[in-house]
């Protein structure tokens, strides 16, 4: 899937309630906060969509491509090292989104699934599934170029094909009893809710060539927007676990002896740590059940590096819960503050018929709004609960140790206070123009800003705000990602050389702050002062307005100007 495309949906979730299915399980595993452990070597894993962790070859990672490459898996050790090309012998790779071990004609070996059902433009009526037993790999290898000969090709449809097709990026194949599961991706087919993914199954045995009719097990609602793009899942190595990430966050599932896969992903989920990858569409469990791993196929800012998760011991868990640090929110096993997604009763804050947030993705190359309002039922002084930092500890962009991710960090309370600043009606929850009675207290992060600009940076404004790189009187996609970039590392600072001037995090604050730093001007992108920018990114565009009285809050207006 092309980086725009993706990249586009990942605004959803900066203003889309993420609703779970259900409630956080208890007595889930913990987690470290991620490491980066390695950055493949090879260049030409430019696209990492699917990855595993060899249970055969301790110290070797199987990944494959994105759609665009040749039917080949990539070996990699651990520090990163290229160890080979492994091409299937007469195949032609599609699409190709995630890889899966599972079991084989021989019982003592395991084998590799390849799930090429990648969908983006819904035109695909069939798929398949290719099969080949784990080739040997060593750690310490030179690189090598193999081909692979063995290989079964499992061709599968949807039960609804042609008429109703989906596109798909997670596949999991059950250790226990073999079967094969397809979990389709969000928003992306327009016969489907946003947030609702569909579980398909094709159960065993898998007969080599022969076409098979997918079964509808169920339908998993992860979450709304770019929280609910699911891109990759994993089995554990026993079959007790299941892992499912999306852009904006990971989940865990605990299995019961006997239970099928969907049964589980039918009850209760572990919310699980994340690390923010742009593009984020790999995850794999250790071999060893020591943690599980992710990446990113980001290719245009280069090789991503693979992230793990340490397990924390039972004995040395006591205290943490879903995956956040013992303090770092109170009460998460109810539900309370951003672990959950979920703001229970507040179910009066948005217009009707808008309780299902961001549109579909046809609707958004449309032009059409990314932020379909505020939380649902957003009540009156109802902001952060239980935490006030949204994105602490994400100097790296991540927001490793938030139990929900990136998306439900903000979405959890984005607003505190601000119900009557709201102008009734407005779809799209954003700060406007003259909609605060009152000003925001210095460092205050909730609410819409004041009336008026602060008094610091007052005067003549420039007539293009310095998140518009390009000048254009346009926020891009890549411009607001910049924005993002800023608030995820708790500020920014003057930097030549830079595209914009600035870098992240603390510093030189010689140059003029930026535009979107506006109350309080304290070298720190707020939130209230990034739901600007996404005003902006969702609106046709934007002017400098200094004329305007009352004046905005920072010097420009929505739309294009005269």
């Known amino acids: 899937m092309i980086f725009m495309r993706i990249s586009v949906m990942m605004l959803g979730a900066l203003s889309i309630l993420a609703m779970p299915s259900c409630r956080a399980q208890e007595g889930c595993p913990s987690f470290e906060d991620s490491v980066s452990l390695c950055t493949p070597e090879n260049a030409a894993l430019e696209e990492l969509s699917g990855l595993l962790d060899s249970r055969q070859h301790p110290g070797v990672f199987w990944a494959h491509n994105d759609s665009g490459d040749a039917a080949q898996l990539y070996a990699f050790s651990r520090t990163g090292q290229h160890l080979g090309i492994y091409a299937l012998d007469g195949i032609t790779a599609v699409?190709?989104?995630?890889?899966?071990?599972?079991?084989?004609?021989?019982?003592?070996?395991?084998?590799?699934?390849?799930?090429?059902?990648?969908?983006?433009?819904?035109y695909r009526s069939s798929l398949v599934i290719y099969r080949i037993p784990e080739p040997d790999a060593d750690p310490l290898q030179e690189p090598q170029n193999v081909l692979?000969?063995?290989?079964?090709?499992?061709?599968?449809?949807?039960?609804?094909?042609?008429?109703?097709?989906?596109?798909?990026?997670?596949l999991l194949v059950d250790p226990v009893f073999g079967d094969i599961y397809l979990v389709t991706k969000d928003s992306s087919s327009p016969q489907v809710e946003d947030g609702l993914c569909h579980v398909f199954r094709k159960t065993a045995p898998h007969l080599p060539g022969e076409e098979a009719i997918l079964e509808e097990a169920g339908t998993l609602f992860f979450a709304k927007g770019l929280s609910g793009m699911i891109t990759?899942?994993?089995?554990?190595?026993?079959?007790?676990?299941?892992l499912i990430r999306s852009y904006l966050m990971n989940r865990l599932w605990k299995r019961l002896?006997?239970?099928?896969?969907?049964?589980?992903?039918?009850?209760?989920?572990?919310?699980?740590?994340?690390?923010?990858?742009?593009?984020?569409?790999?995850i794999a469990f250790a071999a060893d059940g020591t943690g599980y791993?992710?990446?990113?196929?980001?290719?245009?800012?280069?090789?991503?590096?693979?992230?793990?998760?340490?397990?924390?011991?039972?004995?040395?868990?006591?205290?943490?819960?879903?995956?956040?640090?013992e303090g770092e929110l109170e009460g998460t096993l109810e539900?309370?503050?951003l672990a959950e997604g979920a703001q229970e009763g507040l179910e009066e804050g948005l217009p009707e018929g808008e309780e299902e947030g961001i549109p579909s993705e046809g609707s958004l190359e449309e032009g059409e709004g990314l932020a379909e309002g505020l939380p649902e039922g957003q009540e009156e002084g109802e902001g952060v609960p239980e935490g006030e930092g949204l994105l602490e500890g994400s100097l790296e962009g991540g927001l490793e140790g938030q139990e929900e991710g990136f998306a439900e960090g903000v979405e959890e309370g984005q607003n505190e206070g601000t119900e009557e600043g709201a102008i009734e009606g407005e779809e799209e929850g954003m700060p406007l123009e003259g909609s605060m009675e009152g000003s925001m207290e210095e460092g205050e992060e909730e609410g819409v800003p004041s009336e008026g600009?602060?008094?610091?940076?007052?005067g003549e404004t420039d007539p293009w705000h310095s998140a518009d790189r390009d000048h254009d009187n346009v926020i891009g996609l890549s411009e607001l990602l910049r924005v993002i970039q800023f608030f995820n590392s708790g500020g920014y600072h003057c930097e030549e050389g830079t595209e914009d001037g600035y870098a992240p995090g603390s510093g030189d604050p010689a140059c003029l702050p930026h535009d979107s730093d506006y109350n309080p001007q304290d070298w720190d992108i707020n939130l209230s002062e990034l739901l600007r920018i996404i005003q902006f990114f969702n609106s046709s565009g934007y002017h400098s307005c200094p004329e305007v009285f009352p004046p905005t809050e920072d010097g420009f207006c929505v739309g294009i100007g005269e």
Do not use: K
Request: charged share 25%; with cysteine; net charge negative.
């Open 95 to 122: 699409d190709w989104e995630d890889i899966a071990f599972g079991p084989g004609p021989d019982s003592e070996r395991d084998y590799i699934y390849i799930g090429d059902f990648g969908n983006n433009g819904l």
């Open 148 to 170: 692979v000969e063995e290989v079964e090709s499992f061709p599968l449809v949807y039960p609804l094909a042609p008429l109703v097709v989906y596109d798909c990026e997670t």
């Open 232 to 242: 990759a899942g994993d089995v554990s190595p026993a079959g007790d676990e299941i």
């Open 257 to 282: 002896p006997g239970e099928a896969l969907h049964e589980a992903l039918a009850r209760d989920y572990c919310a699980v740590p994340m690390t923010f990858e742009i593009q984020g569409e790999a």
């Open 293 to 325: 791993y992710t990446a990113s196929e980001a290719y245009t800012l280069g090789i991503q590096p693979v992230h793990f998760f340490e397990r924390i011991p039972e004995t040395e868990g006591e205290g943490v819960s879903e995956g956040i640090p």
């Open 335 to 337: 539900g309370e503050g």
């Open 453 to 458: 600009l602060p008094e610091e940076g007052e």
